[in-house]
Nanobody
Framework: QVQLVESGGGLVQAGGSLRLSCAAS????????LGWFRQAPGREREWVAV????????DYADFVKGRFIISRDNAKNTVTLQMNSLKPEDTAVYYC????????????????????WGQGTQVTVSS
């Protein structure tokens, strides 16, 4: 069992930055891949970024490439999402997930969430 607690959401103007953090605890937390997903009102939850257990690989959804950076600190069992150049369409509840599942969609890497979710943190980007 892995417990996840997100922090760092808030309100920011378009073009601004926010930094989200997720603290992981529980069995094998440091050996899990970790990811960020988001869900906007009326929309399905979608993956944003994933980092492997040793930080050797990162994957980003196309809509955040070049703007968001995912990182982790296994000594502290934390994963961070640095969000830059934020847009109003980035407004959503952001969730941390442990052991996201790699799949493929239209021949491209894609992730779905495991059963291990945090409670979510709201990010609102005003225009």
């Amino acid at each position: 069992q892995v417990q996840l607690v997100e922090s760092g959401g808030g309100l920011v103007q378009a073009g601004g930055s926010l930094r989200l953090s997720c603290a992981a605890s529980g069995r094998t937390a440091s050996s899990n891949g970790l990811g960020w997903f988001r869900q906007a009102p009326g929309r399905e939850r979608e993956w944003v970024a994933v980092i492997s257990w040793n930080a050797g690989r990162t994957d980003y959804a196309d809509f955040v490439k070049g703007r968001f950076i995912i990182s982790r600190d296994n000594a502290k069992n934390t994963v961070t999402l640095q969000m830059n150049s934020l847009k109003p369409e980035d407004t959503a509840v952001y969730y941390c997930n442990a052991d996201p599942v790699l799949t493929f969609r239209y021949g491209r890497r894609y992730y779905t969430g495991s059963d291990y979710w945090g409670q979510g943190t709201q990010v609102t980007v005003s225009s």
